[in-house]
């Protein structure tokens, strides 16, 4: 027979399959040529596969175990193995002419083993030849004798532990945390459907339903599906099946496609909470929005048909459809995030950042006019079923969270999966697809086709819509993980969705940001994620990288997005702040240096000079104060002047061309940083206790990270001590560098150190805000840079032994620290590196003014060719040096900190030493008059030689540029 045999091998992660072979054993009483005879043998008829085995194995794969088959086969004449069956059954095809091995040879068997990642006694075989059996038996493997099929079925059956019969699509056996009571069930269908008191009640659970269990009954004759509450403490107004019943009842005679309801029990005796019943609606579920198997036509249709259908929806007649008080008419989009910040509040596990920052955007950015018509909530390809044979929807399914609102946001939601990945576990999408050459209509398409189909005219803002939406569906996954927790979540991969909710959150920020920010007015409309400068740093998001610096336009629509080069091209409200600027800079600080320098080297320098404190005073009183807070951070500006980072960098630039005008202004460091800290993290009482009086300048502060015992550079290495104890924090540690720690009006430190050290690398450190008054610090002594000790403020070695701080102080909480440390670094990197742009603009200035004022050898220096060569070096290398900051700047505006990792590494290496080789140039021109105290030379070159270690090493920036690069 050539190897062709009958046989079946089955796994607990593994299974093989059984067809018939009988006729192949009638040919051989006869003479027939070998051509014709394997012809024949793999011919469709004489390989058909049996049904039993069919639906058992879909059963098996139904719940999640692993499916292989073992072949005795061989090559036919074309090359080609002889397989018969569909290899999509099996996770793994162990095939004997292609691995060289036949069975009972126990080495396939092991082989087999190996690739499902399973041991021996984990699986099961099934064959009809006592040989292979009895080598599988051997190794430990459990086996089944197939003498015959149904019985073969029943022992495995009883083996696995659940029915191998009646396959009912998309559904398994009910999870143990899921499951309902079959006899109170059995009696209320009899009662309200009818129907034979014996025979077995089948029920499984679909793994539809996040939110809302849905299960399928077969109750005699009839097919019905049960869609009940989740158990626990539910959110309020959550998970009511009573409006899912009711709108399908009003939706089904208004002519939309729904299933047929029967029932709603609202007696949570029955089965332990409210339910109702629907008929169950044969068709087809299109899981994967790609539709693969289908036609470039096929998928169109399919993607016009959901179009429809949801237009059909967006139409109904809410007065005869007696709907008119389904939901609240008007301001559906606002009402909308509320209510879902309010349900991700009440599921919150961790902080995640870009939920933050919506939660603080969206309000600010509502549609201005909003139609009312019943929308879905959760309108998908895969809430549709079709016509098996065409695309025709016969139900939308998952009503859950639908209302009366703005009919948009199912667009936008509809559209969500042109922007996911393939991979992405609760909602698959299309991002890495053509969807052209698939023929699937894009996002903009199926936005114009909505608007064709409902004849109004196009959406304009529909990127406020998709930002709305994914951070809608953040906010679910969210409860979905946090139920997970608990284990009330209803589907499988709830656990994962932690992870998602903040993918969902990215993706949200994503086009909020090139919506809402002044930066981007307008949006191109064929890539809205694409990202239009020169460096790529997610290549998973952002495939294609180009080498221009100005995003690409088209005839028929440029984007705003750009560099703002210089000072005069900022929007008119910062261009009139940067101007008053430099006049209050040209009138007050420049004057005042001298004094200021002079102060600093006099035996009263660790006293805030007066001067100081005058001129701050005045500043804020001509609105020159906290102008640092980028607005993503504060939107509704409550803080500070809601610059966006690159409007920021023009002025910040101009503060550093003066050592002592960032105080002036309430912008210096490390204020800034612990700023920021409290307006993202830090709770109302934190806020109220310490970020106001930063914020008006009465108070100053220090941030307690770096160690004299470890190698800083990596902040996962501290070793300071947190350890809880009766309702307090006791910190013990040694800490150097600790900027701004010895002034008279420092009264917080941020401090982090370790409070857990058992706990993942990066969850080991935790945060909390310490009054500097509190027993057990001590500030030893100031250290010196370059033998400047940098007074009033210095940088301070300090001595926690046993410092006692209340539990409140905790930022955020346990483990959260080095989150937050990854937070405060972000716009804080472009104000340092701004600041040696200004260090650099100021060192060039004094360098020129000096050059054509002295003669050397006969000629003025501005002559020597070694000076001209300098100042056309250091032109030139400054702007440079301002470009990239600015891109960084506009990166992070418009595409966030995370994407713009690779560009802010860069001006952490880059800016430094271009600075001191700028400021190097500049003493060199002035001679030894540059190293004294007279000028600002000196200060300069030694802060942007502090600068190279205080953010972080040259060889740490150089590193995360270099795999950020290979990773592209």
């Known amino acids: 027979m050539g190897g062709a045999e009958s046989y079946s091998t089955w796994h607990y992660q593994t299974g093989l399959h059984i067809w018939r072979d009988e006729q192949a054993l009638d040919e051989a009483n006869f003479s027939v ?16 596969q049996l049904p ?28 080609m193995s002889f397989f018969p069956l569909d290899r999509n059954q099996f996770d793994v095809v162990i095939e004997s002419c292609r691995e060289g091995i036949c069975k009972p040879d126990p080495r396939i ?68 945390t899921m499951e309902i009571p079959k006899d109170p069930l059995q009696q209320y269908l009899e009662e309200v459907l009818g129907g034979p008191k014996t025979g077995p009640l089948i029920v499984r659970q679909f793994s539809h339903g996040q939110s809302n269990p849905t299960y399928y009954i077969k109750f005699g004759d009839r097919h019905l599906v049960l869609r009940k509450k989740p158990p626990g403490k539910l959110l309020p107004s959550a998970h009511a099946v009573e409006r899912e019943y009711r709108i399908l009842k009003a939706l089904a005679e208004a002519g939309v496609p729904v299933p047929k309801v029967l029932a709603l029990c609202e007696d949570s005796s029955i089965i332990g909470t409210p339910f109702y019943l629907m008929e169950y609606c044969t068709g087809h579920i299109y899981k994967d929005p790609s539709l693969p198997g289908l036609e470039p036509g096929q998928r169109r249709a399919i993607y016009i048909a959901m179009n429809k259908v949801l237009c059909k929806i967006h139409s109904v007649d809410l007065k005869a459809a007696g709907l008119e008080d389904y939901g609240k008419h008007g301001n559906y989009v606002q009402r909308q995030v509320q209510t879902w910040t309010k349900q991700y509040r009440a599921t919150e596990t961790h902080a995640i950042p870009a939920m933050e920052r919506l ?47 703005d009919p948009i946001s199912d667009v936008a939601y509809n559209c969500m999966a042109h922007y996911l990945p393939s991979h992405f576990d609760l909602l698959k999408g299309l991002r890495e697809c053509d969807v052209i050459q698939l023929g699937i209509p894009t ?46 979540a209803s589907s499988a991969t709830a656990e994962s969705g932690g992870k998602q909710a903040e993918r969902m959150a990215n993706l949200a920020w994503n086009f909020a940001t090139k919506e809402g920010f002044r930066v981007f007015k307008e949006f191109p409309d064929a890539k809205p ?20 610096t100005m995003a690409p336009s088209s ?29 209050f800079m040209d009138v007050s600080v420049y004057p005042a240096e001298q004094v200021l320098r002079d102060h600093q080297v006099s035996q009263t320098r660790w006293t805030p000079h007066p001067l100081i404190e005058e001129l701050k005073d005045k500043a804020k009183s001509e609105g020159l104060w906290n102008l640092f807070l980028p607005l993503e951070n504060d939107p509704e500006m409550k803080y500070g002047a809601g610059l966006t980072n690159q409007e920021y960098a023009h002025l910040c630039e101009l503060m550093g061309t003066s050592l002592y005008a960032p105080e002036i202004f309430n912008c210096s460091a490390p204020d800034t940083g612990n700023m920021e800290v409290l307006v993202r993290y830090g709770t109302e009482e934190q806020k109220e206790r310490w970020l106001q009086p930063l914020l008006d300048g009465k108070v100053r502060s220090c941030f307690a990270m770096t160690e004299p015992q470890v190698a800083s550079s990596d902040a996962t290495n501290i070793e300071a001590s947190i350890i809880e104890e009766k309702g307090f924090y006791i910190l013990n540690g040694h800490k150097w560098w600790i900027s701004g720690a010895l002034d008279p009006r420092c009264q917080l430190c941020v401090f982090m150190g370790k409070t857990d050290p058992e706990a993942q690398r990066h969850k080991q450190q935790s945060m909390l805000l310490v009054p500097m008054d509190t027993p057990g610090i001590t500030v ?50 472009i104000h340092h590196c701004m600041r040696l742009i200004g260090y650099s603009e100021r060192a060039l200035a004094l360098m020129k003014g000096r050059v054509t004022s002295r003669v050397a050898f006969g000629k003025p220096l501005a002559e020597q060719g070694t000076i001209l060569e300098d100042i056309a070096k250091s032109r030139a290398e400054i702007e440079q040096a301002r470009l990239l900051v600015l891109k960084a700047a506009l990166l992070m505006d418009t595409v966030g900190n995370k994407t713009a990792a690779l560009e802010i590494a860069m001006i952490k290496m880059a800016v430094p030493l271009m600075a001191l080789r700028v400021i190097d140039r500049a003493i060199q021109a002035f001679g030894a008059a540059g190293l004294s105290n007279d000028y600002p030379l000196a200060q300069f070159f030694a802060w942007a030689r502090a600068l190279r270690l205080a953010d972080g090493p040259d060889e740490v920036h150089r590193t995360a540029v270099a795999k950020l690069e290979l990773k592209r």
Not at 800 to 825: C, S
């Open 33 to 48: 040529p070998v051509d014709s005879f394997l012809s024949e043998l793999t011919s469709s008829q004489m390989s058909k």
């Open 52 to 79: 039993i085995m069919t639906e058992a194995l879909a059963c098996i794969r139904a719940e999640g175990l692993k499916t292989a088959v073992l072949s005795n086969n061989f090559y036919l004449n074309s090359g």
């Open 109 to 176: 068997y092991m082989l087999c083993l190996e690739r499902l990642g399973v041991q021996p006694n984990e699986s099961i075989f099934l064959d009809d030849i006592g040989e292979n059996l009895k080598a599988a038996a051997q190794l430990g493997i459990e086996t089944v004798k197939v003498d015959d099929p149904e019985t073969a079925l029943k022992e495995l059956e009883t083996y696995l532990g659940f029915p191998l019969r009646g396959f009912v699509p998309h559904t398994s056996l009910v999870r143990p």
């Open 359 to 405: 939660i603080e955007w969206l309000p600010l950015h509502l549609p201005t006019s909003q139609k009312t018509t019943v929308v879905h909530g959760d309108f998908r390809l895969d809430n549709l079923i079709f016509h098996p044979e065409g695309p025709e929807v016969l139900a939308v399914l998952d009503w859950e969270l639908s209302t009366l609102g």
């Open 443 to 488: 996002a903009e398409e199926y936005f114009r086709m909505y608007c064709e189909h409902m004849q109004i005219p196009p959406i304009e803002n529909w990127n406020f819509y998709m930002a709305f939406s994914f951070f809608r569906v953040a906010a679910i996954l969210q409860g979905v993980y946090k139920r997970s927790l608990t284990g009330q």
């Open 529 to 548: 994620l694409a990202r239009p400068y020169s460096t790529c740093t997610q290549p998973e998001a952002f495939p294609r990288r180009n080498y221009v």
């Open 555 to 583: 005839p028929a629509h440029t984007s705003k997005a750009h560099l703002i080069l210089s000072p005069n091209d900022l929007p008119r409200r910062a261009q009139d702040l940067y101007h008053k600027l430099k006049k």
């Open 780 to 829: 030893t002594r100031p250290l010196s840079v370059f033998g400047e000790e940098d007074p009033p403020a210095g940088h301070g070695e300090i001595l926690f032994e046993n410092v006692q701080v209340p539990k409140e102080n905790i930022l955020l909480g346990p483990g959260r620290g080095f989150e937050i440390a990854q937070g405060r670094l972000g716009p804080g990197r």
